[in-house]
């Protein structure tokens, strides 16, 4: 920060202070407070150098859409998601008004808004961003072009947390969505083992999370493993994605509410004592937990039951060794929280009498 603030105060004592050398320093400066969090003095920074670029240059192009969507990305940080959303409408602007029509040069813009949408809960309007980057896609290049896989997945995560869209079941179409994924990878001459591979992972992972059918999971599983098995070049991104199991759904929209409150208020400012409830598991060959077992909790008796049904409800991509789903064992979860000593159930207080109870924040 110091070092870019002394090349731009060299560039305003020679008396220029909209000169286009300032652009550079101005946008180290920006990031350098941006990675300090010091994301008000970011924000201002980045809204001059936008300015002093867009004197030189013009108010649009490639330079400008960059600079817009690393000021976006900062409020984000900062928490103000309204300005980060309509600061990617505008950067998706200026794309537009750089390459008109149907230009695959427009993705990167279009990818970076509909994700920008995730991150801020607009699941609605990520999801019809989604739907404009596939047929930005089919007319730029047709509907057999492997840049659909990674837009048709995406979309089909979203479909799968609706429960009605277009008047029909998200996730009966969210499956759609990836079947055609795997078609466009399977029959694209240029597609890798990786592009294939991923399409096969996706429906893996939506049907671990949704679906009963252990075996179909399994299937898509293999597939992946076997195409990535056949080239040694594959080899490490194999092991990257099946050496350990993943966890595929941390909190479940169905977790009971008394969880989600758990999770969202780990630290009441107004409560005295600090808990937790600590959880042993396995993961079977098939990705679901199993033997869960609680190894200890304070206060004793409060949420264990809750956490224990929550880490039953676990779904997982398992790990695999030679091509094979093997179980893993003894994994655990923990969740702390704070909770006041006059508002514990009179049972629970009965319990920490019989048991001394230990304070998560002694714990090592």
Do not use: C
């Not at 404009?132 to 479909?159: M, Q, W």
């Not at 992972?201 to 195409?227: C, H, K, M, T």
């Amino acid at each position: 920060v110091q070092n870019y603030e002394l090349a731009i105060s060299v560039f305003e004592d020679a008396g220029d202070r909209l000169s286009r050398e300032l652009v550079a320093p101005l946008l180290g400066l920006s990031r350098s407070l941006a990675v300090a969090r010091r994301y008000d003095e970011a924000i201002k920074t980045y809204h001059r150098t936008l300015h002093v670029h867009q004197v030189n240059t013009g108010l649009f192009g490639d330079e400008t859409a960059a600079i817009i969507a690393e000021l976006s990305e900062v409020y984000f940080r900062a928490g103000d998601y309204d300005t980060a959303k309509d600061l990617q409408d505008s950067y998706v602007t200026v794309v537009e008004r750089a390459y008109p029509g149907y230009s695959i040069e427009r993705l990167p813009s279009m990818y970076s808004r509909a994700e920008m949408l995730v991150r801020t809960g607009s699941n609605y309007k990520a999801l019809k961003a989604y739907r404009r980057i596939i047929v930005l896609i089919e007319n730029a290049e047709g509907s057999d072009s492997l840049k659909l896989v990674p837009a048709l997945t995406a979309t089909a995560h979203l479909l799968a947390n609706a429960t009605i869209v277009d008047g029909e079941d998200g996730n009966a179409k969210a499956r759609r969505y990836l079947r055609r994924a795997i078609a466009v990878a399977e029959k694209n001459e240029s597609a890798s083992p990786a592009d294939r591979a991923e399409a096969y992972i996706a429906l893996g992972d939506f049907l671990s999370v949704q679906s009963p059918n252990r075996n179909a999971v399994i299937r898509a599983y293999e597939r992946a493993w076997d195409l990535l098995d056949n080239e040694a070049e594959f080899h490490d991104l194999r092991d990257q994605l099946f050496a350990e199991p993943r966890h595929l759904n941390p909190v479940p929209g169905g977790s009971p509410a008394m969880l989600l409150s758990l999770l969202r208020n780990a630290s009441e400012p107004e409560t005295t004592k600090n808990g937790y409830v600590l959880v042993q598991y396995d993961v079977d060959r098939k990705g679901r937990s199993d033997n869960v077992r609680l190894v200890e909790s304070t206060p004793q008796g409060l949420y264990d039951y809750v956490v224990l049904n929550h880490v039953r409800s676990f779904a997982f991509r398992p790990k695999f060794v030679d091509g094979e789903p093997v179980r893993s064992a003894d994994r655990q979860f923990e969740i702390q929280f704070s909770y006041d000593l006059e508002d514990l159930p009179e049972e629970v207080r009965q319990n920490m009498a019989l048991v001394p109870a230990t304070d998560a924040s002694s714990r090592p």
